[in-house]
């Protein structure tokens, strides 16, 4: 698999514009971002979907236009180290995909206090129900005297729409298929996990290697211990689609 392919597509590149740029044919393209999305929902299992205490989360969806339909694609994020705790894509708008969301959330969480924030969607209130229970002082205690807001998501859904070309709002480069589209969601939010540093974070860190809540395998090492990288950098395109 070329390097520079799914690399590209995961910071905004076009399908069509990496075809004419590298001379690929565009089946092969296709191919390479099928497997890189494969192997960034792997790591995303292996790495991330591990119970850690979350505390706040914000989970938001976006509308999304392909070529002769809408989808839908949510998304929700550990507040506390900007970690993508996945998402999940339909193309309706209902309880059964924001249930799908609320599944993965579960299985990032260890039993402990959790308050969800969302907009008005009533499924959004439905679902988190089933995932938890609690009062209103629960809630204002875990955000620390904080404004409810849900401003780290929304953040999150303008860098998926800016990192994936059919995400954008206007676009002649539309998705066509929803399995094509959820591929390119886990390779974006998987190197946004793992290669790319929040400047929010301290010492600039990405959120898997956030010390508070970051990604953290089954052996105590982070992904860039797995991937034999140094300490000292962040980790690459080369070493992410080799973890495994």
């Given at each position: 698999?070329?390097?520079?392919?799914?690399?590209?597509?995961?910071?905004?590149?076009?399908?069509?514009?990496?075809?004419?740029?590298?001379?690929?044919?565009?089946?092969?393209?296709?191919?390479?971002?099928?497997?890189?999305?494969?192997?960034?929902?792997?790591?995303?299992?292996?790495?991330?979907?591990?119970?850690?205490?979350?505390?706040?989360?914000?989970?938001?969806?976006?509308?999304?236009?392909?070529?002769?339909?809408?989808?839908?694609?949510?998304?929700?994020?550990?507040?506390?180290?900007?970690?993508?705790?996945?998402?999940?894509?339909?193309?309706?708008?209902?309880?059964?995909?924001?249930?799908?969301?609320?599944?993965?959330?579960?299985?990032?969480?260890?039993?402990?206090?959790?308050?969800?924030?969302?907009?008005?969607?009533?499924?959004?209130?439905?679902?988190?129900?089933?995932?938890a229970h609690g009062t209103a002082a629960w809630a204002v205690q875990?955000?620390?005297?904080?404004?409810?807001?849900?401003?780290?998501?929304?953040?999150?859904?303008?860098?998926?729409?800016?990192?994936?070309?059919?995400?954008?709002?206007?676009?002649?480069?539309?998705?066509?298929?929803?399995?094509?589209?959820?591929?390119?969601?886990?390779?974006?939010?998987?190197?946004?996990?793992?290669?790319?540093?929040?400047?929010?974070?301290?010492?600039?860190?990405?959120?898997?290697?956030?010390?508070?809540?970051?990604?953290?395998?089954?052996?105590?090492?982070?992904?860039?211990?797995?991937?034999?990288?140094?300490?000292?950098?962040?980790?690459?395109?080369?070493?992410?689609?080799?973890?495994?």
């Open positions: 698999m070329s390097k520079s392919s799914p690399c590209s597509v995961a910071h905004g590149c076009p399908i069509a514009a990496i075809v004419v740029a590298y001379g690929f044919q565009r089946q092969t393209v296709c191919a390479w971002l099928d497997a890189a999305g494969v192997q960034s929902e792997a790591v995303y299992q292996h790495l991330v979907c591990q119970p850690r205490t979350l505390g706040a989360v914000q989970a938001d969806d976006i509308r999304v236009r392909q070529q002769g339909q809408v989808v839908w694609m949510a998304l929700a994020l550990l507040v506390a180290t900007r970690l993508w705790l996945g998402g999940a894509v339909s193309p309706r708008r209902d309880g059964a995909l924001i249930a799908r969301l609320c599944t993965l959330v579960r299985a990032c969480a260890l039993p402990a206090p959790l308050v969800v924030l969302v907009d008005g969607f009533a499924a959004y209130v439905t679902q988190v129900r089933r995932l875990l955000l620390g005297g904080s404004t409810i807001q849900t401003a780290y998501i929304e953040r999150l859904n303008g860098t998926f729409r800016a990192r994936l070309a059919p995400l954008a709002r206007w676009t002649r480069a539309g998705g066509r298929t929803v399995a094509r589209l959820e591929r390119g969601m886990w390779l974006v939010g998987t190197v946004d996990n793992c290669c790319t540093p929040h400047g929010s974070l301290a010492d600039a860190r990405t959120p898997g290697r956030h010390p508070t809540g970051g990604v953290v395998s089954q052996t105590g090492t982070d992904l860039r211990g797995r991937a034999g990288v140094g300490a000292t950098r962040t980790l690459g395109a080369r070493e992410f689609l080799h973890v495994g």
